[in-house]
């Protein structure tokens, strides 16, 4: 079982930025492909950005492409969600999600490809 731990999250304003993170304890996430997901009031969760496994492919949903990075820290166990000119449409809970893989480098912004979740962290854009 693998426990996922999303932190970062906050209040910020139109245009600022915040850095999310996404840790586990008892299993070193490098052998995962790790999602970033949202889900706004009254929405469907929507597919934020992925990276491979070790330092695999990197995916990024068009909303956010060109402001968001995902990287990973492979020595303190954490992925990371930098998120750049943030704008209100970008307010939602952001969850992390992890899918173990053997060897594949590849990764997917599809809810039904991950099987571990985090909890969530808020992120509110407003003035």
């Known amino acids: 079982q693998l426990h996922l731990v999303e932190s970062g999250g906050g209040l910020v304003q139109p245009g600022g930025s915040l850095r999310l993170s996404c840790s586990a304890s008892?299993?070193?996430?490098?052998?995962?492909?790790i999602g970033w997901f949202r889900q706004a009031p009254g929405k469907e969760r929507e597919g934020v950005s992925c990276?491979?496994?070790?330092?695999?492919?990197?995916f990024y949903a068009d909303s956010v492409s060109g402001r968001f990075t995902i990287s990973r820290d492979n020595a303190k166990n954490t992925v990371y969600l930098q998120m750049n000119s943030l704008k209100p449409e970008d307010t939602a809970v952001y969850y992390c999600a992890a899918e173990f893989k053997y060897d594949e480098s590849m990764c997917v912004i599809l809810s039904a490809g991950y099987t571990y979740w985090g909890q969530g962290t808020q992120v509110t854009v407003s003035s």
């Open positions: 990276i491979g496994r070790s330092d695999g492919s990197t």
């Open positions: 008892a299993s070193t996430l490098n052998f995962y492909a």
